[in-house]
T-cell receptor
Framework: NAGVMQNPRHLVRRRGQEARLRCSPMKGHSHVYWYRQLPEEGLKFMVYLQKENIIDESGMPKERFSAEFPKEGPSILRIQQVVRGDSAAYFC??????????FGEGSRLTVL | GQQLNQSPQSMFIQEGEDVSMNCTSSSIFNTWLWYKQDPGEGPVLLIALYKAGELTSNGRLTAQFGITRKDSFLNISASIPSDVGIYFCAGLTNTGNQFYFGTGTSLTVIP
């Protein structure tokens, strides 16, 4: 059973470009969470999704950030018009139900 | 958001020593998770706790769900060099949709 798959592992963007991060949950998992981690810091919650629904987006910045988890395909975290402060590691986690989180290897975004 | 206080922030120990770290919250949680993260990698789930007072082991690791439901403890016995990493606690409230993470404990094991 493959784990949580995230891609790309590393992404470099210039200021003003768009970043798209993808997450395929573990097989059978219908709950997806996105977290952000700055160097030497803990994980900060961004958004919690189930298939086709955003359940909790209280950790998402109001502008430029969006997330989706369509009926088919991976969950996408989209950051428009990136700024240097968006540079971070973005982790996706999946869960069969609310109980345990299994993390992917992360996508490291660098904004030049 | 909820604040999880994790301590100590860092530890330097000799190989073979036991390690204890804890996580406290001002709110009641109904699930506690403990993770280990290596540099450049994602967090790996070590132990999950679902009931107040629960004591669960995974090899040399033992974790407890505090009776007050506001804290949790992780112990590592007979540490080895591969235990090096950052350990995070995470908690879920009974009304929340998100897991809150602690600030992490950085463990260094000196051979």
């Amino acid at each position: 059973n493959a784990g949580v798959m995230q891609n790309p592992r590393h992404l470099v963007r210039r200021r003003g470009q768009e970043a798209r991060l993808r997450c395929s949950p573990m097989k059978g998992h219908s709950h997806v969470y996105w977290y952000r981690q700055l160097p030497e810091e803990g994980l900060k919650f961004m958004v919690y999704l189930q298939k086709e629904n955003i359940i909790d987006e209280s950790g998402m910045p109001k502008e430029r950030f969006s997330a989706e988890f369509p009926k088919e395909g991976p969950s996408i975290l989209r950051i428009q018009q990136v700024v240097r402060g968006d540079s971070a590691a973005y982790f996706c986690a999946s869960s069969p139900q609310a109980g345990e989180l299994f993390f992917g290897e992360g996508s490291r975004l660098t904004v030049l | 958001g909820q604040q999880l206080n994790q301590s100590p922030q860092s530890m330097f120990i000799q190989e073979g020593e036991d390690v204890s770290m804890n996580c406290t919250s001002s709110s009641i949680f109904n699930t506690w998770l403990w993770y280990k993260q290596d540099p450049g990698e994602g967090p790996v789930l070590l132990i999950a706790l679902y009931k107040a007072g629960e004591l669960t082991s995974n090899g040399r690791l033992t974790a407890q769900f505090g009776i007050t439901r506001k804290d949790s403890f992780l112990n590592i016995s007979a540490s080895i060099p591969s235990d090096v990493g950052i350990y995070f606690c995470a908690g879920l409230t009974n009304t929340g949709n998100q897991f809150y993470f602690g600030t992490g404990t950085s463990l260094t094991v000196i051979p």
